[in-house]
Structure formats: structure tokens, C-alpha cells
């Protein structure tokens, strides 16, 4: 192995660049060169990479996004797309592939490993998805801004005894809610692997606090239940409190990463390069236990994963 790229995949998080960074450097201190590979698999199919150097990564441990950028490629996704990033791989002489993404991602990584160019995956996603992580680069500092604008909302929700509807990301996990919801206070907390009754678990429970002196509510409700502009106007319909929707959308994939997105982000940029510097392919770096392993790609795709339900039960506990 003498030459490796890496590439940014799917939605950006922060903790990207802390990861690109790492490989970068850990690239270049075991003696590989380091492309950097630019707008993901597109890049890779049309060759739109640069060659990288231990100053080319110089000051973007704390920038949000990713200076590789990202874009979804469903041409790679076809036979002829993947023989486009492969004829390239070979005719630029590259050994091995670093891929930072999701699971879509590590799909292609696999792909593409099956094909005779060794890859390994970094997790990086704000959802916490991952079935064969614990923790996802992004997600940390997800979580912060959602508490940083909810704490910001409350104020005027305060203000003037209003319900906030808040709808965070997470089309199909819960995580950000679940966190930031016990985070914020939140009264209600509706995420996408939890049945919900609107009556029970939203208006009952807004009743409920009335009646031991509260006057105004946060609901934070993950992207993949959605309506909550219609949850808002039904609020105010049955209770006659004021009610407002904010859906704070990608304003959650960005700004600086917090410590833990950076030292995670640069944990498993080095666990990646160690293990292509072996000739290891069709692994996908993970955190699990505080640990940074690595598993088997197609062992991580078919693995699950499943939200902590008695964190969801204490939540609702301690938030009336």
C-alpha cells in the first residue's frame, strides 16, 4: 500500500475535517501518500482529487462541513458508475479508499472492496445510526446546537406561556431527540421507534404540569414524525395555550465540533489508516465501549440497533 484516498460521503457533520485530517497525517508519518478526494463518489469516478500533505490539513480540526465536501452520486451506484472509480483508482495509483459516511456510504466502500480496491469506512452521521457504533462522528455536537437554539427558544416560550413544538433530525432514529429532549427539559419527547398517542402522550401530560403550576412546554419531535405544525395548531385548539412549530433543519449539521466529535473524528481517521497501511479492506471503524474497533462491512450493514427504551421511560419520568 503506497497511495491511499479519502473521501466525505452522504450528509456532512461535524467532525469530519478532524477525521481528514488524521488521515492525512497518519498517512503521511507511515509513509503513504494521501489524495484527497473531493465531492465524494463523484469525485472519485471523474478523478477530482488533490494530492495532500501534512499543511493541507492545517487549521480545519475546528471547522464544521467538510473541506473535501460531499454530494450523493446515484450514477456510482449503477455497474458502470463503479467501473468509472475503478479504472481511475487503478490508473492513478490508488491502493486503498478512506470513506467517511453513513450507510449508504459504507455501501459503496463495500462495493468497491468486492471490486479489488480495499476500503474502510469511518462513521459520520449526526443521527447516530450506525448500527455497529455506540457513537457517530457528529453526533456530539448535533445534540449542542439542538440544546443551544431549544434553550434560546424557551425564552420566549417563557416569556409568553407558549408551547414550543421543536422538530429536530432524525427521519428514522430518535437519538438527537431522545438527548436533547431530556437535555432541554422537554415535556414531550415523540420519536420514530416509540408508538405515540397524541391525546396521552401530548396533551394529557401538558394537563397533567398545569396542574402542578407550569406554564409553558417545549415538545421536541424527531424529523421522522413530523406534522408539527398541525400538532401545534391542535395544541392550541385543545388546551388554548399558544402554540408555536420551529423546525430547526440543517442548522443541526453544522458550526464547530465539539471535543468529543474531534478526538472520536481523529481516533478513527488513524484506525482507518492502520489498518489499509496492513492491507485491511472492508472494514468500517467503530466506537464501541469507548473502544475504537473495526468490523467486517458486511457484518456492520446487517447488524441493528436499538434505542435505550428506559432512558425514553426516565425522560418522560422526570420531565413533569
Same mark, same amino acid.
Given at each position: ?16 475535517? /478532524?477525521?481528514?485530517? /488524521? ?30 500533505? $501534512? ?9 464544521? %462541513?467538510?473541506? =473535501? ?17 475503478? @479504472? ?13 459516511? +453513513? ?8 462495493? $468497491?472492496? $468486492? ?13 447516530? @445510526?450506525?448500527? *455497529?457504533?455506540?457513537?457517530? !462522528? ?10 443551544? &437554539? ?18 429536530? &433530525? ?19 419527547? =415523540? !420519536?420514530?421507534? #416509540? ?10 401530560? &401538558? ?20 406534522? #408539527?405544525?398541525?400538532? /401545534? ?6 388546551? %388554548? ?9 440543517? #442548522?443541526?449539521?453544522? +458550526? ?13 481517521? *488513524?484506525?482507518?489508516?492502520? $489498518? ?10 467503530? &466506537? ?33
Amino acid at each position: 500500500m503506497k497511495k491511499i484516498g479519502v473521501l466525505t460521503s452522504g450528509g456532512d457533520a461535524p467532525g469530519m475535517n /478532524a477525521a481528514v485530517r /488524521a488521515v492525512v497525517r497518519a498517512g503521511c508519518e507511515n509513509g503513504l501518500k494521501v489524495v484527497g478526494i473531493k465531492r465524494g463518489y463523484n469525485g472519485l469516478m471523474y478523478g477530482d482529487f488533490y494530492e495532500m500533505n $501534512l499543511r493541507s490539513v492545517s487549521n480545519i480540526i475546528n471547522r464544521g %462541513g467538510t473541506i =473535501l465536501y460531499s454530494a450523493r452520486s446515484p450514477e456510482f451506484k449503477t455497474e458502470e458508475g463503479m467501473q468509472k472509480a475503478i @479504472d481511475v483508482c487503478k490508473s492513478e495509483g490508488i491502493d486503498g479508499v478512506v470513506v467517511i459516511g +453513513g450507510d449508504g456510504s459504507f455501501r459503496g466502500a463495500r462495493d $468497491l472492496s $468486492l471490486r479489488g480496491i480495499p476500503c474502510v469506512g469511518i462513521p459520520g452521521t449526526i443521527d447516530n @445510526d450506525i448500527a *455497529c457504533c455506540d457513537y457517530t !462522528i457528529g453526533y456530539d455536537t448535533a445534540m449542542n446546537t439542538v440544546m443551544e &437554539m431549544v434553550d434560546r427558544l424557551r425564552d420566549t416560550t417563557e416569556s409568553h406561556d407558549r408551547c414550543s413544538v421543536v422538530e429536530v &433530525m432524525g427521519r428514522r432514529a430518535g437519538y438527537i431527540a431522545l438527548n436533547a429532549g431530556i437535555a432541554c427539559g422537554a415535556t414531550t419527547i =415523540l !420519536i420514530p421507534e #416509540v408508538e405515540f398517542d397524541f391525546e396521552r402522550d401530548v396533551i394529557d401530560r &401538558m394537563r397533567r404540569t398545569q396542574q402542578t403550576g407550569k406554564r409553558h412546554f417545549i415538545i421536541i419531535v424527531a424529523e421522522g414524525i413530523g406534522g #408539527v405544525s398541525e400538532m /401545534a395548531k391542535k395544541i392550541e385548539e385543545v388546551t %388554548g395555550i399558544e402554540s408555536r412549530a420551529t423546525i430547526l433543519g440543517h #442548522v443541526q449539521r453544522g +458550526g464547530c465540533p465539539t471535543v468529543r466529535d474531534r478526538v472520536v473524528g481523529s481516533l478513527m481517521g *488513524c484506525k482507518a489508516v492502520e $489498518l489499509l497501511k496492513q492491507g485491511i479492506g472492508n472494514r468500517v471503524v467503530a &466506537m464501541r465501549k469507548d473502544e475504537i474497533v473495526d468490523f467486517d462491512i458486511f457484518e456492520a450493514l446487517n447488524m441493528s440497533k436499538s434505542i435505550d427504551l428506559e432512558l425514553y421511560r426516565l425522560a418522560h419520568e422526570i420531565s413533569i
